[in-house]
């Protein structure tokens, strides 16, 4: 897969959009039954990501009723509820019952459903769950209920792309071969990874067929509506364990999907051909010199007295590495919830005169479109989003330190020094896991 650019392109796009998302107005409500458009769909309601072929399509709004609102409500107040850690899950679906009180409904590997509101890790709710789910199957007519271990009862199975059946499984040998893999995956939270180039069809032995979509150059499966699963970024699977499955030495030829930018797609297709492109290592990921050279391009657009060296933009990188790393391990990764708030926020920026204003010079200096612009957005929104949160997380954690009460954007000065003296010591602190190659 393609490296991601991270850091300086994406703070800037973030900061774009928080910056002019308050001149923007909200449409106004209307009362209709479930739509593409939120202003559509008025609360309680439930939100999920439609797929389309297994490209993320758009977000679905779904208006519940009353009864089922209070059941979730019922739920969440029910003093004697029962919490639970939210370990190795897959993300559901997101409920607004109001425009103040919202949650997610998780999943376990092992079928138990609960959710997760506000600071509380995780309550026990499995009955207002599957009445959710169950709700979610009647609006959308999409089964919601097909989890991985089901494909591990296939008795067939056939691997197509783009609608070509490029491999076939009948023999006892190769489906022993598919349930060994599912075995190896592990439930995973809504991941902003779209690239699905593959789409699994297994029949099961009473003429079910269920469908799951796969990609060639990541670790991640996702069953529809909403199920996501990855392979451990430890496991030696992720990179022969399918070619292992359908017999392959390589993946078959695929077409050249579209980036972000003419100039952007040359730059990293030269790199992917380099070996020498590497400027450092942090476990299993990579900092690549092309990042470099993009983040020196990148701030110099919005500071032209812009300097610094090669090894403090690739520390930087680092740091963002380490973010996400800390920011997954402790349950604030981003959500694809807000990935979507983010691209929304751009949308409704760019239609006001002062936003498109400024995000028109910024893509005309990188040579993008507004689309490109927004696809190089979603990209990096993951990695960009997850470390503000845990960046958050850090400076409230100092607030508290400090008996302060913590507002985001009003960091006292003495927090806001040992919060960047903390984290500029995050490379410092992994160092044992640091490999450099600043040598061009």
Known sequence: MKRKITGFLLLLGLSLVLALWGCAAKPEEQAVSGSFVE????????VYTARDGGKMRDLYYIPLSEELADMCREALDDPQKEKVEPMETVQLFQVELDKDQSFTVFETLSGS??????AVSGIKADEAAEALLNWAEKATGEPCNAQLQDFKAAVSAKLLRNGEELWSARTPEELDRLSALLDAYQGSTVSNFDNYDYTLCCTLEDGTELSLYLSSDEGYIFVPPFRYYKLPQESPLRDYGWLQVFGWE??????????????????MDQAEAEKENIAARYKDKTVSWTEVDYAKETAFLHDESYQTTDKEIVDHLLRGMILVEMAEERGLAATEDEIEDLLDNTRRAYEIPEGKEMIDAYCQGLKLSFEEYLELLRSQAYETISMQKMRDQMAKELCEKYDIEYEKDRLPEKVETELEAVLDALVDEHSSDIEYFLER
Do not use: C, N
Not at 39 to 46: D, I
Not at 113 to 118: E, L, P, Q, V, Y
Not at 255 to 265: F, I, P, V
């Open 113 to 118: 459903r609960f959710f997760s509101a506000g």
């Open 39 to 46: 202003s559509e769909v008025p609360t309680p309601r439930l």
């Open 250 to 267: 390589e993946w078959p030829e695929e077409k050249d999907y579209t980036s972000a930018g003419a100039a952007l797609r040359d730059a």
